[in-house]
């Protein structure tokens, strides 16, 4: 039997996933009301796991709190300024700039490269990660305990006390440990070498799977391989692929590979395009997002989908539709914009009596015609809904699509 908690509460469901490069990023169910700030610094603990982390969201919701954990500080998905390293003959080391944009994130760091990147060197102003996808592409993780560590996670060999299911084929194997402290990237089973480690937890039952770097096994099969994919380099971006969001500035946002295995690369500033004309949107920190690459060409990803349905990350942080003109369609229910209220509450005045004292615009139009509705109608004042009921039992009937559900139903903006 296998529990886990966030700073002391229970822990219902859980699930982390390790990235052999990238953030670890994390969520937790807790029974019961907790409180966390955003960027609060937490423990989070998965059987004999510990891991250190960052609040990125959530909070508590009907007796229950659902929380999205990062690996470390959360200061890598934060914004740095602009930093010039002057000419120097015998140049900038790596590890100077790293050392300095941690520094300024709140961030630790172990063995970052001291090797030379140039004679000079500036950053620019974004994403602290993208100092180290600079100067450490696919070298660099955040470990359980929360420090930032570069080159490939170190090999250990790990002998379950299960029996793994494994599928060859997908480079993956699924076991069922109560001691998963060892399984992290590098951890090999079965001649599998782990790249992404994904540990889930539902209620008592947990469950570990590991996904191992795509490649060859032997130096023989490597080189082929290698060979294949040179003379096949731009079918690598023919597909659609799962990326992770780590950093958001505006409609543009950075992304790594929802699974390092898979040998995509890391993206910065990428365009999304939600598939509705008009429409824009900016998915949460830590949600999955699906990736095209127009023409197949590595220099154009675009964001083409989201999160389903069910998922923590399904509601985007925002969701702006812009149009000339939008219309409800024939079996709309909803009033969606000012207008239609708008056009709500003209017909009320009408049907109360209410005078309005000339053309009212702008900001506080809705505003207005409410004064003026409060000023004809009491607030004391009661009406029996009796008369009306049969005529409303009627339109009930009556209605063609799902009901009845909260709005202004049946409102067509003029």
Known sequence: MSTATLEGFRVLTARAHLPAWGLPFYDAEIDGDLELAEGARVTLTIADAVFACAVVRGGPRFGRSRYILVGGAGGWSRT??????GVSD???PRNHVIEDAAGECGETVEGAPGDVCGPAFVRGEGA???????LAPG???????GVTRFGAPPETAFVPTTRPRLDLGARSAELAEDSIAALVPGVVIEGLTASDVVHTLVGARLRTTIYGARGGTTERLSLWTALIGALTAELRYAGIFDYRV??????RIDLQPGLSSGGMPALSAVRVRPGVAGARSEPQIGSLVSVAFLDRSPARPVVCGFDDEGSEFFAPTTTTIDAGEIRLGAQAEHATSAEALAVTLDALCTAIGAAIPGPLAGAGLAAARLAIINAAIPLTAVTSSAPYDPAIAAALAAKTVA????????????
């Open 80 to 85: 740095l300024g602009a930093r010039a390293y």
């Open 90 to 92: 015998l140049g900038i």
């Open 128 to 134: 602290a990660s993208a100092v180290l996808h600079a």
């Open 139 to 145: 070298a660099w993780r955040v470990d359980a305990d």
């Open 246 to 251: 780590i950093y958001r500035r505006g409609y």
């Open 403 to 414: 009901g009845p559900a909260i709005g202004w139903p049946n409102v067509r903006g003029a």
